[in-house]
T-cell receptor
Framework: AQTVTQSQPEMSVQEAETVTLSCTYDTSESDYYLFWYKQPPSRQMILVIRQEAYKQQNATENRFSVNFQKAAKSFSLKISDSQLGDAAMYFCAYRTNNYGQNFVFGPGTRLSVLP | DAGVIQSPRHEVTEMGQEVTLRCKPISGHDYLFWYRQTMMRGLELLIY????????DSGMPEDRFSAKMPNASFSTLKIQPSEPRDSAVYFC??????????????FGPGTRLLVL
């Protein structure tokens, strides 16, 4: 069974600085998708960024980018120019492309942004 | 599009009562998911549907939980009888197999359930 690990329960970053959140996963599949979701205090789950495993190029969405290392099964999220609104729980998620559409979520990392 | 809609947003009930949570997926999406989030267990998939048919309900905790999807635009998650340990935030999410975008799941705002 697939598993997703986020080894940093909590992180903090100074406003305008850069922070990297770690995610590793375990799978025997070769075709899959990876996601980062953000959950602010409102509890709404918001998609931040997604990556297809077959693509070597790292995904980028404005200030958010990933470092996808397929061989190492690592999928870290980099937030540049951190803003107060980035403070939230961040969940890494995995979805296989071979069957169904169920996701496996990591336990989350709580990010604090310090003014 | 209005996104995934859930109701109610908050529910407080007493132990033993029946609770019904409702979800309207994004129009055109053919997959619907029910999740439960607690501090202890994180985000857990309870059940998901494809074209209104339940595909995997292995995450449903016990017989007190049931889910239905009578049509493409509506699903319910029912707990009967409810217990204090069912207190959690319940999320509904939907996705489209024809999306071509990695079938991203889009989440509703959640229902915060408190069972006293």
């Amino acid at each position: 069974a697939q598993t997703v690990t986020q080894s940093q329960p909590e992180m903090s970053v100074q406003e305008a600085e850069t922070v990297t959140l770690s995610c590793t996963y375990d799978t025997s599949e070769s075709d899959y998708y990876l996601f980062w979701y953000k959950q602010p205090p409102s509890r709404q789950m918001i998609l931040v960024i997604r990556q297809e495993a077959y693509k070597q190029q790292n995904a980028t969405e404005n200030r958010f980018s990933v470092n996808f290392q397929k061989a190492a099964k690592s999928f870290s999220l980099k937030i540049s120019d951190s803003q107060l609104g980035d403070a939230a729980m961040y969940f890494c998620a995995y979805r296989t492309n071979n069957y169904g559409q169920n996701f496996v979520f990591g336990p989350g990392t709580r990010l604090s942004v310090l003014p | 599009d209005a996104g995934v809609i859930q109701s109610p947003r908050h529910e407080v009930t007493e132990m033993g009562q029946e609770v019904t949570l409702r979800c309207k997926p994004i129009s055109g999406h053919d997959y619907l998911f029910w999740y439960r989030q607690t501090m202890m267990r994180g985000l857990e998939l309870l059940i998901y549907f494809n074209n209104n048919v339940p595909i995997d309900d292995s995450g449903m905790p016990e017989d007190r939980f049931s889910a239905k999807m009578p049509n493409a635009s509506f699903s319910t998650l029912k707990i009967q009888p409810s217990e204090p340990r069912d207190s959690a935030v319940y999320f509904c999410a939907s996705s489209s197999s024809g999306q071509g975008l990695g079938e991203t799941q889009y989440f509703g705002p959640g229902t915060r359930l408190l069972v006293l």
